[in-house]
């Protein structure tokens, strides 16, 4: 993948899926942690574990650096066990969220720079199983906005979904026709997003290839609110959602753009001089602005 991918990475999908340092079953009933990361091999949802999903799935959780809560001492395999099936065995509260599994319930956690860590070794998983797939050989001449519009859908989906359309649009560079067709269910929740945001980017892909632009180089648009809260969001103005509601957390952020940068705190975002000055401070990162 382009290096501009693993740059914005974390910036696209920590407000879709939260940063949790510890462990907690996902709607599913999946064990899990970090940035939407399933630790759990389990086949079934919303089920118990055989004895070798459970195996596969301790060795899975054991991939991380876990420490003890309050004395920040390293977790043993036993320790790490004992938590995942404490997780495991709730799976009443899997529809009740993460919090639900915050402590006193958890006793382990991992610290970010370790949550960040797995994210890039899951990625790069991904990735290598996404591009052993005929449809996807190309994947390394793409333009970044068709990548990470795809690692996105892997990312929910997993690197072996089946959407035959989309494959054969992907495999011909049609990137219209995979917006069209790179939607996923269910639509609920941050999916909405997380689907509204792979659509966007496979359009911007069609304009970087037929404009000729860098294809390693990841555009953003900031014709409306939606764009405009992920060029925020690039540029480290935190916490946000990339929702395309224009209220007052995005008015508070863009107000903070504005202050940092000598501009009028006016909290509106499509005023030239805003444009502008987001307009440079992305294209100083290396984005393209279209």
């Known amino acids: 993948m382009h290096q501009s991918i693993r740059d914005y990475w974390i910036s696209f999908n920590d407000p879709l899926e939260g940063r949790v340092h ?42 991380l650096r876990w420490l003890v809560n ?3 001492t390293e977790a043993g395999p036993d320790e790490i066990a004992a938590e995942w099936d404490t997780v495991k065995s709730h799976l009443e509260l899997a529809a009740s969220g993460h919090l639900a599994f915050q402590p006193p319930l958890t006793s382990l956690h991992v610290e970010d720079e370790e ?49 035959p359309k989309f494959q054969g649009h992907v495999a011909e560079r049609n990137w219209v026709g995979a917006a069209d067709e790179s939607h996923f269910t269910p639509d609920v ?11 966007a980017h496979f359009l911007l892909a069609d304009t970087v290839e037929t404009q000729g632009l860098p294809v390693e180089q990841l555009a953003l648009s900031l014709s409306d609110v939606f764009g ?19 209220g007052p957390r995005t008015q ?17 975002f499509d005023d030239p001089d805003t444009v502008g000055s987001l307009a440079g401070r992305l294209a100083g990162l290396g984005f393209i602005v279209v």
């Open 22 to 63: 510890f462990m907690y079953q996902d709607t599913k009933g999946y064990v899990s942690t970090g940035i939407g990361n399933k630790i759990d091999e389990t086949r079934r949802d919303n089920s118990a574990p055989t004895a070798e999903e459970r195996a596969a799935s301790l060795a899975s959780a054991g991939r």
């Open 70 to 72: 309050g004395t920040d």
């Open 115 to 163: 949550i960040d860590r797995h994210v890039f070794e899951k990625l790069d998983e991904m990735e290598a199983v996404l591009t052993s797939r005929p449809e996807f050989a190309d994947f390394g001449s793409w333009p970044a906005n068709a990548q990470l519009a795809t690692l996105s859908m892997c990312w929910a989906l997993g690197p072996a979904f089946h959407f």
């Open 189 to 199: 929740g941050t999916i909405v997003i997380r689907n509204k945001l792979d659509r």
């Open 228 to 246: 405009v809260q992920g060029a925020l969001l690039a540029l480290g103005f935190r916490p946000l959602s990339q929702d395309g509601f224009d």
């Open 252 to 268: 508070g952020k863009v107000r903070e753009f504005q202050s940092a940068n000598g501009l009028a705190e006016t909290g509106a």
